[in-house]
């Protein structure tokens, strides 16, 4: 079984930046793609962030320039830095791991809270 571990996530200004990262732990192979989700109050869970084992991205129009998702694949670890915060980035993100040949586990979630 895999388990996800999120950690980066609190309080910050608006125009501050944080660091998440996501550590992906246990029976692991086949390690694929890596992605951050987020979802606000009353609102759907959406993509953010995706990487692939090969190092290709993809970002939401509404983080794009702003946000860099990268992996450290010997560590099996993801990591999503986030610059230029809005007070509308306020949310859980949340972690997502795709390994073996279908199988996807997903982190507990970190709050994200961008407030003056």
């Known amino acids: 079984q895999v388990q996800l571990t999120e950690s980066g996530g609190g309080l910050v200004q608006p125009g501050g930046s944080l660091r998440l990262s996501c550590a992906a732990s246990g029976r692991i192979f086949n390690a694929r793609a890596m992605g951050w989700y987020r979802q606000a109050p009353g609102k759907q869970r959406e993509a953010i962030a995706t990487?692939?084992?090969?190092?290709?991205?993809t970002y939401a129009d509404a983080v794009k320039g702003r946000f860099t998702i990268s992996r450290d694949s010997a560590k099996n670890t993801a990591y999503l830095q986030m610059y230029n915060l809005k007070p509308e980035d306020t949310a859980v993100y949340y972690c997502?791991?795709?390994?073996?040949?279908?199988?996807?586990?997903w982190g507990q979630g970190t709050q994200v809270t961008v407030s003056s």
């Open positions: 990487i692939s084992s090969g190092g290709t991205t």
């Open positions: 997502k791991f795709d390994y073996g040949f279908s199988l996807t586990t």
